[in-house]
């Protein structure tokens, strides 16, 4: 059959401009590679052509076309490399550096350290949980929050290494669970699994802490910083710090948001005392004072022989109502003198008249003692040494205007804020500088 001229002059024209575009692409486009038989090799100078050196098969040299350009490809590729991870690593040196920590709140002051202190959320909102937890971030760090029942040794998760534990070590049922879960974490540090620990520690009120020191790293232990409440004789401000009791959050007492309402009202009661009354205490030598001087009937107090572990719903609006409705509390001392009467006082702006005088134990006697965190804050309370003090105390509250009040009540609300913040940053900055070597 015979082929027409115009269609056999376009079929090599076509198969023309194939071959070209074939070969262009394979020059300039195509990654070329360096077969394992082509490439490039230091010539022997005693080598033979081809065949047999040393008893080993050996492979001549063989000329390769593209050996400079694909010298000159990889030597651009492996710069252009080089440049990007220069350029990510100036990227992630940019980054702040975050730290992660867990928080296991084993104690009710957890509470108190996570939703006063740090001001971190909880999930679920219930109180009464199973399990709740939060998350936050604090300077450097990105804390982690467990509390609630189930959590429990051996089903915590352990995505960090970083660990703050929060013990009840008041009474010596309290000491023998808190030194259990010591000893779980003990292990978990043995094995590996955690690096770092911290122990935020509700001390004995008589500062009565023996049976943690050997967990101390200080005396071979493992754990690394103790937050202890109470003015302990430890304090060291380098590997155990001294922590605010805080509010009783085991009573359900909530985080108060000053407001308007709170600071400018009218407050009926010139002071407040709702407690318990043990005999031949100094809490009866006050009774005594506000019956004899008349003042009872300007200030609103009840008293119980017998201490209610247990808040009822009902008692504890009565006690946050005599709160907002006074315009101090007295607080006279327990078993120590600090107290958690101190801190609610302060959330409704209500100004603690505390019995400033050091109890019997173990605590620390210093010229600033009792109270020397709170003193070293500049807390701006009344102190009295002997309640026989206080009707000059309140005779003089008598004299002060609506506009004085309202004056310090928001003064005692921003120094208690002020004041809460002051731990937070402290609380994060320890963690970081003795975890991470920060500086």
Wanted: glycine share 6%.
């Amino acid at each position: 059959m015979k082929i027409p001229k115009r269609k056999l002059f376009l079929l090599i024209i076509f198969a023309y401009v194939a071959f070209s575009l074939y070969a262009a692409y394979n020059v300039f486009f195509s990654n070329k590679v360096i077969s394992r038989v082509h490439r490039v090799v230091k010539k022997e100078s005693n080598a033979p052509a081809g065949g047999v050196k040393d008893g080993a098969p050996f492979v001549a040299d063989e000329w390769n076309p593209w050996e400079d350009e694909e010298v000159e490809y990889n030597s651009a590729l492996n710069k252009k490399r080089k440049a990007f991870k220069q350029y990510m690593a100036q990227i992630d040196r940019s980054k702040p550096k975050r730290y992660k920590v867990q928080i296991w709140g084993k104690a009710a002051i957890g509470l108190y350290l996570w939703e006063h202190i740090l001001e971190g959320p909880l999930n679920p909102t219930d109180k009464v949980a199973q399990w709740r937890e939060g998350e936050l971030q604090s300077g450097k760090v990105d804390f982690s929050f467990y509390t609630g029942p189930a959590v429990v040794q051996g089903h915590v998760p352990l995505e960090m290494n970083s660990l703050v534990l929060i013990l009840n070590g008041r009474e010596q049922q309290k000491v023998s669970y808190s030194t259990r879960w010591l000893e779980h974490v003990q292990a978990l540090v043995q094995s590996n699994t955690v690096s770092h620990v911290a122990v935020v520690l509700l001390g004995n009120e008589q500062c009565n802490n023996d049976w943690i020191a050997p967990h101390l790293k200080r005396n071979g232990g493992f754990v690394d910083l103790l937050f202890l409440i109470y003015d302990s004789p430890w304090v060291n401000d380098k590997d155990v710090f001294q922590w605010p009791l805080g509010v009783a959050t085991y009573r359900e007492f909530p985080m108060i948001r000053p407001n308007a309402q709170l600071i400018t009202s009218n407050r009926p009661y010139l002071c407040n005392f709702l407690g318990t009354v043990y005999k031949n205490s100094s809490r009866e030598v006050l009774m005594n004072v506000l019956k004899q001087s008349g003042l009872d009937k300007e200030c609103l107090t009840t008293a119980r022989e017998k201490w209610v572990p247990q808040e009822t719903t009902e008692s504890l609006r009565r006690y946050q109502t005599a709160l907002a409705q006074s315009e101090l509390t007295l607080c006279p001392v327990g078993i120590n003198t600090e107290c958690y009467r101190i801190y609610e006082a302060c959330s409704y702006g209500s100004v603690p008249v505390v019995e400033d005088v050091l109890t019997p134990g173990n605590c620390a006697a210093g010229p600033s003692s009792p109270l020397r965190l709170l003193k070293a804050a500049g807390a701006p309370f009344i102190f009295v040494s002997d309640w026989r003090e206080l009707p000059a105390i309140l005779e003089r509250e008598r004299g002060i205007s609506q506009e004085q009040r309202v004056d310090r009540r928001r003064r005692l609300l921003e120094w208690y804020s002020g004041f809460r913040q002051q731990m937070k940053e402290r609380f994060t900055e320890v963690i970081e500088e003795n975890f991470f070597k920060t500086v």
